[in-house]
């Protein structure tokens, strides 16, 4: 099946600094790629869509100044945090799928992100 | 507008026993249904997805979900419980047209010795 993965699983970052987050898929060539965040005991929140060589669509209430996405192979995607905070603390889990409507969205193991 | 709704944050069963997670969905066109799961601190793993064909669907670790379109319902069932079960189960809903999937607020499923 296809392989979705993050780098880094974990990541402990000072307050003011950036992070980034990579999301590769190993197997095929991801068009599309989802940025999603996860709070404790919650759902998932789409924060982003991206497709390879454009800029990403942003959801409504998040700032793209701060989550910077960048899509710039088929296969790799990045997402910035500038600036941390700690309430950007969370789990980042992105997804890539071959295409956009009929296409399967496949998961990455998630980045747990803390901010002290 | 689509969503879905998962009854019950919390769902506890003894091992061995019948799991019934319920999902339930509105959408004005035919979904797409899906089931995940995720494990402490990972991400997420398909268990089995509707695609408009059979209307029960098998999916992995001995899953099975049944699309009723009636009730609007994608419930989620194992037969027997395992241990290795817990986890938090995640139903999604996608239209046809749209590429984003709409989730649920999750089950978690807590299995008792």
């Known amino acids: 099946g296809a392989v979705v993965s993050q780098h880094p699983s974990r990541v402990i970052c000072k307050s003011g600094t950036s992070v980034k987050i990579e999301c590769r898929s190993l197997d095929f060539q991801a068009t599309t790629m989802f940025w999603y965040r996860q709070f404790p005991k919650k759902s998932l929140m789409l924060m982003a869509t991206s497709n390879e060589g454009s800029k990403a669509t942003y959801e409504q209430g998040v700032e793209k100044d701060k989550f910077l996405i960048n899509h710039a192979s088929l296969t790799l995607s990045t997402l910035t945090v500038t600036s941390a905070h700690p309430e950007d603390s969370s789990f980042y889990i992105c997804s890539a799928s071959a295409g956009t409507i009929n296409y399967e969205q496949y998961f990455g193991p998630g980045t747990r992100l803390t901010v002290t | ?113």
Not at chain 2, 36 to 65: H, R
């Open chain 2, 1 to 113: 507008a689509q969503s879905v709704t998962q009854l019950g944050s919390h769902v506890s069963v003894s091992e061995g026993a019948l799991v019934l997670l319920r999902c339930n969905y509105s959408s004005s066109v035919p979904p797409y249904l899906f089931w995940y799961v995720q494990y402490p601190n990972q991400g997420l793993q398909l268990l089995l997805k509707y695609t408009s064909a059979a209307t029960l669907v098998k999916g992995i670790n001995g899953f099975e979900a049944e699309f009723k379109k009636s009730e609007t319902s994608f419930h989620l069932t194992k037969p027997s419980a395992h241990m290795s079960d817990a986890a938090e189960y995640f139903c999604a809903v996608k239209e046809d047209s749209n590429y984003q999937l709409i989730w649920g607020a999750g089950t978690k499923l807590i299995i008792k010795p």
